[in-house]
């Protein structure tokens, strides 16, 4: 017999193209926000926007279930589009409530040489009045290296507009050390899946600390995701990494869920 989970995600592999559209127009996505936490200090640093979808038979489905097909058709430029305006305009109703802290969102590999896509984040930081320097701009390693070869130059124009940009999923598998050099990126963050075991596993022990020497000599401010206790907590303090994110600190959850958290009235 099939397990509950097993059963969705028959039902998610059935996800097609034509749901993953009637989604974006029948405003099924929603937005999740995650806090990233300093180590040293214990203070909010910055919320992860985080996209789900809540369908209105199958529940809440993942993103690794749907981005795939919205990247696929093309649709990841319109849904790409409704998270940017979504996150900025929350980002803009928390800097009103004084809330000092930045913003992470994660862009798709497909949409980065779009010219249309960094005209709307453009557009909206001047229109919300968003300092683009309060913006992190994630994109994973393996996307970094794609990028890298095809010299993509929208690396620099991101840059040159004031956003802030992180490498996400990072562990040095794609980028050589030469080519993490000569990227103009802020921030990594390291491959949750090592940061999930390092409580256990001397390997994910051994790699999350030689990244997180590599990427603070490289001056990037180094952040782990995926932390799920206290155990996991001490150890990157004891590699001095900057910030942290996870389900020890907090899950990703709702706006009002978040206002609750950081103690702030919706
Ligand atoms: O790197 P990326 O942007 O994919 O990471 C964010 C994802 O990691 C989110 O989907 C979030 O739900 C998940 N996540 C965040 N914290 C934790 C955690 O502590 N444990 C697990 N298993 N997943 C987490
Ligand atoms: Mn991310």
């Known amino acids: 017999m099939q397990t509950e989970f097993e059963k969705r995600n028959d039902e998610s592999s059935a996800l097609t193209a034509d749901m993953v559209k009637h989604a974006i127009k ?9 806090p990233i936490v300093s180590l040293a200090e214990q203070q909010i640093k910055s919320a992860e926007a985080l996209v789900r979808w809540q369908h209105p038979t199958l529940g809440i489905i993942a993103p690794d279930q749907f981005m795939p097909i919205a990247e696929e058709t093309g649709l990841i430029v319109d849904l790409s589009q409704w998270i940017f305006e979504v996150c900025l305009q929350q980002y803009a109703k928390w800097q009103e409530a004084g809330l000092d802290m930045g913003l992470a969102i994660n862009l798709s590999p497909k949409i980065i040489d779009n010219q249309s896509t960094l005209t709307v984040l453009e557009d909206l930081c001047k229109q919300l009045q968003i300092n683009p320097a309060n913006i992190s701009l994630e994109l994973t390693e393996s996307a970094y ?122």
Not at 26 to 34: D, G, H, M, S, V
Not at 145 to 158: A, G
């Open 26 to 34: 029948n405003n099924e996505f929603l937005l999740y926000y995650q």
């Open 145 to 266: 290296k794609q990028y890298y070869n095809k010299k993509n130059e929208l690396f620099h124009r991101l840059r040159a507009l004031g956003f802030k940009l992180a490498i996400d999923d990072f562990e040095l598998r794609y980028l050589n050390l030469p080519e993490l050099l000569s990227l103009e990126v802020d921030e990594i963050k390291l491959n949750k899946l090592h940061i999930l075991n390092l409580d256990k596993d001397e390997y994910s022990q051994k790699i999350t600390k030689i990244i997180i020497n590599i990427a603070k000599n490289c001056g990037l401010i180094v952040s782990a995701t995926g932390v799920e206790n206290l155990a996991t907590w001490n150890l990157l303090e004891q590699y001095k990494c900057d910030q942290t994110q996870g389900y020890y600190i907090c899950k990703p959850v709702s706006v009002p869920e978040f206002n609750k958290w950081i103690g702030i009235n919706n």
